[in-house]
């Protein structure tokens, strides 16, 4: 493992135990067993080193590579999608609604555009496997309700179920059935 990991994995490891408040570079590199210094030649600050930390927190619960993205049906996807965060996320309990809460305003801004650009990557998976679904009525779609729109809206709930703890997607999984098949 190179050390950029290292540090991202033991910055993760506090984050789980203590919190993402705690992350300090003396803990890490103590943790690390390497100099302050090393940590700043991969993170010049501890702002860097959290909005990382945070981007390899989602990779992790949305454990999502272009593998694992390849359906030929849209509910079958959000479903596995919906489970798969469900599953990741108990390892990083309410990351979802305190992560933002613990940023300063520079780390807020870091933050945001870093998750903004993740769930952007998400969303244009979504969006591919929305457009390879044969299944999909040729009405379901117009001016107002674009795939892309859909996409947003179905991202949004299921987002919302995942904050709310809910155990499964079964009523998300319905309406875009009613929606769009």
Aim: proline share 2%; net charge positive.
């Amino acid at each position: 493992m190179d050390l950029y990991n290292k540090i991202l994995d033991i910055s993760k490891e506090i984050t789980i135990k203590y919190g993402l408040n705690n992350i300090n570079m003396r803990l890490i590199s103590k943790n690390c067993n390497i100099s302050i210094g090393s940590i700043y030649n991969y993170f010049p600050s501890k702002s860097d080193l959290i909005v990382a930390t945070i981007e390899s927190i989602w990779e992790d619960i949305f454990n999502i590579d272009t593998e694992s993205f390849n359906f030929d049906n849209f509910i079958d996807c959000i479903n596995w999608l919906f489970n798969t965060i469900n599953e990741n996320s108990v390892k990083y309990p309410d990351f979802f609604t305190l992560h933002y809460i613990n940023l300063n305003s520079t780390q807020k801004i870091k933050g945001r555009k870093a998750m903004e650009y993740f769930l952007k990557n998400i969303k244009y998976k979504l969006l591919r496997i929305l457009e390879k679904d044969k299944n999909i009525k040729s009405s379901a779609f117009n001016d107002f309700l674009t795939p892309t729109i859909f996409i947003d809206y179905v991202f949004t709930l299921l987002i919302s179920l995942l904050i709310q703890k809910q155990n499964n997607c079964k009523p998300l999984l319905k309406f875009i059935e009613n929606s769009i098949y």
